[in-house]
């Protein structure tokens, strides 16, 4: 099946700093990827949707400018969260899919912030 | 009211039983679902899709009732690696986008 890959897979920063998460396809092109974020014993929230070449769409509550998403390859997309403080801990999670509405998501990254 | 219910469970069944949960999902123009199976700390991966007529893969049956909203997950024989969280997946629409459910966590023992 489709692979989607994430980087770093955990990283740990202090308040005030901000940290990229990289997502990759690996054997296809994605117009179209997704962020989501889970919390503890939580479902799935959907932050953004990235589209390569253009802006992303952030879901209602997300604050834009806090998550910075850049999609610039069909390959790869990425997001930033700027100043993290401590409630941005969190497993992030990336989808991608080659055809079709079923998704690939990647391994996640578990990001916490001291 | 949330636009996906699962009952969280947790479904504490002993190897060989069989297990059975549903999904509710609030948009009546949900076209396509999906059961999603995450591990602890891990990302969610595709179990099946939902078809209209159901469908079983193997050990699982999946089914899909429109007219009461809601779609279902049993799992037969159950094996201790069949311990984990199914998450029901809803798209509503054809922009891609995947409503989650919380997650029916399911734990198999010896």
């Known amino acids: 099946g489709a692979v989607v890959s994430q980087h770093p897979s955990r990283v740990i920063c202090k308040s005030g700093t901000s940290v990229k998460i990289e997502c990759r396809s690996l054997?296809?092109?994605?117009?179209?990827m997704f962020w989501y974020r889970q919390f503890p014993k939580q479902s799935l929230m959907l932050m953004a949707t990235?589209?390569?070449?253009?802006?992303?769409?952030?879901e209602q509550g997300v604050e834009k400018d806090k998550f910075l998403i850049n999609h610039a390859s069909l390959t790869l997309s990425t997001l930033t969260v700027t100043s993290a403080h401590p409630e941005d801990s969190s497993f992030y999670i990336c989808?991608?899919?080659?055809?079709?509405?079923?998704?690939?998501f990647g391994p996640g990254t578990r990001l916490t912030v001291t | 009211r949330k636009e996906v219910e699962q009952d969280p469970g947790p479904f504490n069944v002993p190897e060989g039983a069989t297990v059975a949960f549903n999904c509710t999902y609030s948009?009546?123009?949900?076209?396509?679902f999906f059961w999603y199976r995450q591990d602890c700390r891990k990302e969610p991966k595709l179990l099946m899709s939902?078809?209209?007529s159901g469908n079983e893969d193997g050990r699982f049956t999946a089914q899909l009732n429109r007219a009461s909203q809601y779609i279902s997950l049993l799992i037969r024989d159950s094996k201790l690696s069949d311990s984990a969280t199914y998450l029901c997946?809803?798209?509503?629409?054809?922009?891609?986008?995947?409503?989650f459910g919380a997650g029916t966590t399911v734990t198999v023992r010896a």
């Open positions: 989808s991608a899919s080659p055809t079709g509405p079923g998704q690939y």
């Open positions: 054997d296809f092109q994605a117009t179209t």
């Open positions: 990235s589209n390569e070449g253009s802006k992303a769409t952030y």
């Open positions: 948009n009546s123009a949900s076209q396509s």
């Open positions: 939902v078809y209209s």
């Open positions: 997946v809803v798209i509503s629409s054809n922009d891609y986008k995947l409503s």
